[in-house]
Every structure is written in C-alpha cells, then in structure tokens.
C-alpha cells in the first residue's frame, strides 16, 4: 500500500509541477531554474536524517557527503537566484534603475 | 501530538511554501518573494527534521552544513552573471551527488526489500549521470573543456552497452541488496562514465538545453531518493523540479525546432555542412555614420547574444539605450529563446546591467513588429538572427526561428572579424542589402556611439 500511496503523491506532483511552470515568461526562466534547482537540494532533508543516525565509519562518511554536497545546492542555490532577482526592475517607477 | 505528527505537519507546510513559490517566481513582480517563500519552506523542512526520532547526534550535520552552506554561499556571492550557467550547472551536479549518496546510506539502515532496493538504484542512477554530466557540461560552458561535440565511431554501441550493463547489475543488486555488495559499486561506476557520455556529444551551442534537463535529473533523483527513504516531502519537490526542467527542456527544443532526441544523439554540426556558400560583398560601416543613421530613428530594437557578454557590453549598451530615448526613439531588446548560454540568460545579463525588464521583448513579438523598425543592432549573436534557417535547406540550423532582423530598415552587426558563431555556420545576413558591419570590439564601439551622442 505505501507503494501505491507514494506513486500517487509523485504523479499528483509531477501534473502540478507543469501547471506551475508552463506559463513563466522567458524573461525568467534563468531564475526558474536556478530556484527550482535549489528546491531540488531538499534531498537534505534526506541527508540530515542519515547523517544524524550516528552509524558510524563509511556509512557516516557517506551522509556526511550528503549533506555537504545537498547544502552546497540549497544555500548557494538560493542566494544566487536572490541576488539574480534583486537586479530585476521595472521601468523607472522610482529612479532606482539610474 | 507526536513527533512523527508534527514533522509530517509541517512537511505539507513545506510543501505549500515550494508550491506558492515556484508560482511567484512566474511573474517579474513577486519573483524575489517567491524565491523566499521557498527558501522559508526549505528552512522549515530541514529544521523539523532535527527534531525526528532517528537522529541521535547533531556533531556531523552541524559541521556538514556548515561546510556545504559555506561554499554555496561563497560561490553564490562570487559568480559573476555572465558564468552563471556554468554556476547552475555545479549546483545541479551537487544536488545529483546529495541524492546518490542519500540513496546509497539507505542501504546501511538494515536488510532492505526489493522495492526499495529498486529506489535506491534509480537515485543512485539518476544522481550519478546528473553528477558527472553537470561536470562536463560546466567544464563545456566553462570553456575548460573545448565546446565542440565529441562523437566517435562505436559511440551508439559504447552506450547502448553501457545502458545493458545498467540494467543487467541493476536487476541482480535488487535480487540481493546489500551495502556491501561489489555490483553496488560497478553501478555507481557505470552510472558516472554515462553521464560522462551522454553530454560529450552535445555541441556548446545546444548547452540550454542540457542545462534543463540536468535540472530536470536533479529533481527527479530527488525523487528516487525520496522513496528509498520513504519520505514524501522528497517526492513532491523532487518531482516538481523534474516535471519544470522538462518544460524548460520542451521550450528550448522548440525555440530551435530540433527535438531532444536530436539535440541529444545528433552531434550538433559535427554531421551536416552546407552545400551553399554564401558570396555577397560586406558593406562597413564608421562609428560617425552610424551615429546620423541611429539619430535620424525612431524605432530601435536591440538584438544581444552572448557575444555582448564576452565583450562586457552591457552597460555601454545601457547608456546608448538611455541617449536614444533622450532623443525620442523607442528602444525594445528582442531576445531569442536560446541566446545565451542557458533560457533566459540573456535577461539577467541585462537586468544586471539595469535595462528594465518591460524593455525585453520575446521572439515573437519581435518579429511582429520587425517592419516598423528603423534599426536593428546585433551585438555579438549570430545563429539566433540568421536567415539561413529559414531560406537554405541545406543549413544545419534550417527551420530554427529566427530573430527576422533584415525586415527592418538597416541592420547593424556588430563584429570583431568576419569569422562564423558559435555553431560555426556561415550567416548571409552580414552580405544583406541593408546591413552594415560595425567592425570590432563591441563594448568599444557602443561607447563610441554613447560619445557621438553626447558630444
């Protein structure tokens, strides 16, 4: 049964991804991407668990990894979309573009 | 309430905040917040975790995170926005790392059945092609790499062998799982020299499209891991992720009619040449007498490529932007779908470089107001505004829209030599009736240009 509730929450999942995405215009498909690849770094959640599990000698290195490796992609994934987004301006509402 | 309860809980709110902010990143307006709400949603996920009863010590996660949330913060920081392909790329291949490893320690928990074995070989399939494949492709669009295919004879066979031996060790670990077990080990490996052999063939100019999908992989290893672990919160991120890489992947393939199982076995360039030559006479141009025909329009569209970033042109772009419209023109940038190195890396470019996004103009609508432009200024592109993908049948980028710039009035081409793109096909565009070539360095020329204006 869990197989089956768990394929459910994947298809239901993978319907809203595309009827999220499907209308973002090309003007932000950069930070999109860059923000959905930070979202990907949920995987940490997975490494955290692991890591925290105390197993000790490889399998602790190997969590250990795992979070390293998924922080890099969270963090660095999204402060860089900020720091993208922070440049995006409308025409002249304040003078800021100047 | 118990833990389990809680941490569950507030996994749907988790999950609420990515919803809502993968639709706020949709639009110019609430990007920024929507980026935090998912930043807040992840923050949330990660820290009831620390709660969960399966964790007994904090000393190695602590420091991990450390570590890892160091280096992403440093290179977030530091990148600038011309390399930010190459930037998305490494995360993409970190994210693909993270999950092959969260699949593999799942095997450490105790005896596993085959369901989940089979989980753990996907993420670790998955996670380890995203891996290597990320490094070739920021080692291609970091110019560390030579960007041109690399394709060889057996190449189809190497592959389909490879994929064989995927499938043959994947089924026997299921049969037997184990931590320990050698065929664990040869899967990883085969898993790595696929992704290795599955972005080789792809030319630099087909990059955007690589870059979406390995995000798309990214998510979707997530995803396996997500039910290796049996934790739902991986599952539903994971697979939006995937399914968005995918729709960016779709978008890129159309923007250059080609479809992805084209883009991903063809060998751009390396299989198709010209029969035409292209023969005309290249009409230059100076600096001062494109400075009396830009001062005499009213309707000027900008077309970059990447070119303009290489040359750092953006600002100087900016400033004859501004000295155009002092003088009453109406200034569009029209920007192709792949021009640049990544979708839509052509408008953080020149967001950086302050132009206002409701200046940017898509392909199509560029196209639509074509006739009524005085000047067209190519700065530094070349493929996305060349007729021959609509006129020569023998081109191998025929059938690609293009950005229609000899529709307009005159046609500037700004241009270091006459030398071919970055796909290195031929563009009869620079022998057109109305173009004039501006020759060399970009940024120096539109400075000339800023100058003329204001002196």
């Not at chain 1, 390293?68 to 573009?97: E, Q």
Request: proline content about 3%.
């Amino acid at each position: 049964m869990e197989i089956i509730y768990l394929t459910f929450i994947l298809v239901l999942s993978i319907f809203l991804g595309f009827e999220l995405i499907s209308k973002v215009p090309a003007t932000l498909h950069t930070p999109l991407m860059s923000g959905a690849n930070a979202i990907s770094g949920i995987t940490l959640v997975g490494a955290v668990l692991a890591a925290g599990a105390d197993m000790g000698g490889f399998a602790e290195l190997l969590a250990g990894l795992a979070v390293i490796t998924a922080s890099v992609n969270v963090v660095g994934g999204y402060m860089v979309t900020n720091r993208m987004l922070s440049m995006f301006k409308k025409k002249d509402t304040t003078g800021a573009a100047k | 309430m118990s833990i389990d309860m809680f941490i569950n809980l507030s996994y749907i709110v988790a999950a609420i905040l990515f919803i809502f902010g993968l639709k706020q990143l949709g639009s110019p307006d609430t990007a920024r917040q929507g980026n935090l709400l998912s930043a807040v949603g992840m923050a949330i996920a990660v820290f009831v975790t620390l709660f969960s009863t399966g964790i007994l010590s904090y000393g190695t996660i602590i420091i991990c995170v450390l570590i890892g949330g160091g280096i992403g913060a440093y290179a977030a920081q530091k990148v600038e926005m011309t390399a930010m392909p190459e930037m998305v790329a490494v995360f993409n291949g970190t994210g693909g790392m993270a999950s092959l490893l969260v699949g593999w320690v799942a095997l450490f928990g105790g005896s596993v059945d085959s369901f989940t074995a089979f989980t753990v070989v996907l993420s670790i399939i998955i996670g380890g092609v995203t891996f290597t494949g990320s490094l070739i492709a920021y080692a291609k669009l970091s110019e560390k790499m030579d960007g041109k295919p690399i394709v060889f004879d057996a190449q189809r066979a190497v592959n389909a062998a490879i994929i064989g031996a995927i499938v043959l060790l994947g089924y026997f670990f299921v049969q037997d799982p184990s931590a320990s077990s050698s065929t664990l080990w040869l899967l990883i490996i085969l898993a790595f020299v696929f992704g290795v052999m599955a972005v080789i063939p792809i030319g630099g100019a087909d990059m955007p499209v690589v870059i979406s999908l390995l995000n798309s992989y990214s998510g979707l290893a997530a995803c396996a891991a997500g039910f290796a672990i049996d934790n739902n919160l991986l599952i539903v991120a994971g697979s939006l992720v995937g399914s968005a890489g995918i729709i960016l992947t779709n978008i890129m393939c159309k923007a250059m009619n080609r479809s992805l199982a084209n883009v991903l076995f063809s060998g751009f360039g390396a299989v198709k040449h010209s029969t035409k030559t292209t023969e005309g006479e290249v009409k230059p141009i100076v600096v001062e007498d494109a400075y009396l025909i830009l001062e005499a329009a009213s309707n000027v569209m900008f077309v970059p490529g990447y070119g303009m970033a290489v040359a750092q042109a953006q600002h100087a772009v900016r400033e004859l932007t501004e000295c155009l419209e002092e003088n009453g023109a109406e200034v569009s940038f029209a920007i192709h779908p792949v021009a640049g190195r990544m979708p839509g890396h052509m408008n953080v470019l020149l967001a950086e470089a302050n132009v206002p996004y409701d200046q940017l103009i898509e392909m199509d609508e560029a196209n639509a107001k074509m006739d009524f432009v005085d000047v067209a200024i190519v700065i530094g592109a070349n493929d996305v505004v060349n007729p021959a993908a609509n006129e020569d049948d023998t081109s191998p980028i025929y059938g690609m829209p293009v950005i229609e710039v000899p529709r307009a009035r005159t046609v500037f081409v700004l241009k270091r030599g006459m030398a071919a793109g970055f796909s290195g096909v031929d563009n009869p565009l620079f022998f057109g009736e109305n173009t004039r070539m501006l020759f060399g360095d970009a940024k120096a020329s539109i400075t000339g240009l800023v100058a003329e204006f204001k002196g």
